[in-house]
């Protein structure tokens, strides 16, 4: 990026800005690479890095012993996997799976082992602007 696309400045530098994602009612922070305007301080975050900076913190939510609705719906959604698709190889359907992601009813353990497995494979082919 040459311009700022807000204001058209020259003066664009790389920096480390605050990624947040509101999981629940638990607010996740992380870092992710970003180019930023030293003019008017706008930033521009590439795809990459914030597919990876989310996976980033769904790693952290797999590795708890436990996991909840939205936490589960989370993960399936930054592993790309769908509600249908997922209630599927659950093998159950989606009113089910939506009451599970909604927290009216528990994660059972084997979804749990099966969204950790999806966010593991997807950070082995994650890919960062970060050299
Ligand atoms: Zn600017």
Known sequence: MKKC???????????MEKYRVLIGRDKHVTRVPAVRCD?????????????????EIAAKLV?????????HRYCRHVTGWQLD???RAYGTD???????????????????????KLVKQALRKVKTTLP
């Open 5 to 15: 696309v807000q204001c058209g400045s020259p003066k664009m530098n790389g920096s």
């Open 39 to 55: 003019d008017c301080g706008e930033s521009y975050l590439n795809g990459e890095d914030v597919q990876a900076a989310e996976l």
């Open 63 to 71: 590795s708890k012993p436990n996991m909840s609705g939205p936490e």
């Open 85 to 87: 698709q997922t209630a």
């Open 94 to 116: 989606r009113e089910n799976l939506r009451a599970i992601e909604t927290d009216e009813r528990r994660v059972p353990k084997r979804y749990r082992v099966h969204v950790a």
